[in-house]
């Protein structure tokens, strides 16, 4: 597509976000490849960059280091909307979501995999092991179980109870979308071959009907990675971020000239030009290009990441729309 169509498409201009006069189409840039670098969803992100980055920092591969870094909050008890602990749905089963995503555009993903630990290791094994990239349900179990998984029981005590209560003020409307049920770690990293890949992984809507899966292992809405781009990753409301490809709309703008910011914002027009009801719908997306530039925006206030870098370490507050 011309690049003039692809603007008038995009509703670039009623979304009043004007790409800079020296944006280009990735055909006439040439993307310099910026330094090893990682960020992550949300303060659990902290420690999971931690553990990306003693990877990154011994040279390893960016996607060893998303893998090493999100497992950190899967296995964290604490952390109740991943992995171990994560809250569960409506019948009281913690169900996982994840997928992962490398620098040649091989990737895997499990949805509804339950009692097992790790989804993104099993995720990984998928791309790697199998002709397949996507397995769910009993399969995906059967298949990490046979990697050699352990099962586990992934509901805590402090999830069980957290679920007994909503169970006795449940009036069948949806549970609000915010940060303490909802927070999915989506990671982001460059390695010191300019090489990049992502991870994203979640026990999804706490409350959710069984059965259900979000964006987080849908390659192009919750992770997309385009090595001669960029990457991105969502967080929020599944279900919207499903109806724009969230993630591989971020990672497209970008390669059509948007900055990280402009597309992670721009994604986040769309979503709203989407939706009649912005209620309590929370998105936001965090992206990176092969420069090590960042961008993250979200619709309402509240959403941080945690960035790291040879230089710092620190959490940074995404731009936002609106105030709750
Ligand atoms: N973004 C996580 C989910 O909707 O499940």
């Known amino acids: 597509m011309k690049r003039r169509n692809f603007l008038k498409v995009s509703g670039l201009a009623s979304a009043g976000l004007a790409v800079s006069a020296e944006a280009k189409p990735l055909e006439q840039r040439r993307l310099i490849s910026g330094a090893p670098c990682v960020l992550s969803t949300w303060r659990h992100g902290v420690d999971a960059n931690k553990a990306a980055w003693a990877v990154l920092d011994q040279k390893g591969s960016a996607l060893d280091a998303v893998e090493s870094g999100v497992r950190v909050t899967e296995s964290d008890p604490e952390s109740q909307s991943v992995g171990l602990g ?134 192009g809405a919750g992770l997309f990675v385009d090595n001669e781009v960029g990457a991105a990753c969502a967080t929020g409301m599944g279900e919207a971020v499903i109806r724009i490809a969230g993630s591989a709309t971020v990672v497209e703008l970008m390669r059509h000239g948007y900055s990280p910011q ?40 509240g959403f941080d990441y945690a960035y790291r870098d040879a230089q710092s370490e620190e959490m940074r507050k995404a731009s936002f729309d609106r105030n709750w």
């Open 86 to 219: 994560g809250l569960p749905d409506r019948e009281g089963k913690v169900t996982l979501d994840a997928c992962i995503m490398d620098h040649e555009s091989n990737c895997g993903a499990v949805a509804f995999l339950q009692n097992i630990e790790n989804p993104i290791s099993v995720a990984r094994r998928v791309m790697e092991t199998t002709p397949h990239v996507f397995l769910a349900g009993k399969g995906a179990y059967r298949f990490a179980r046979e990697q050699g998984f352990p099962h586990t029981e992934l509901l805590t005590e402090k999830s069980r109870k957290a679920w007994e209560k909503w169970r006795e003020n449940e009036k069948a409307e949806k549970p609000p979308i915010n940060q303490e049920n909802h927070d999915t770690i989506g990671m982001l990293a460059l390695d010191a071959e300019g090489n990049l890949s992502g991870a994203c992984t979640t026990s999804g809507w706490a409350y959710k009907l069984h059965g259900r899966v979000g964006d987080s292992p849908i390659i």
């Open 262 to 301: 402009q597309a992670c914002q721009e994604a986040v027009e769309r979503i709203k030009a989407k939706h009649k009801d912005l209620k309590g719908l929370q998105v936001g997306f965090l992206a990176l290009n092969r420069s090590g530039e960042v961008g993250a925006h979200s619709v309402y206030a």
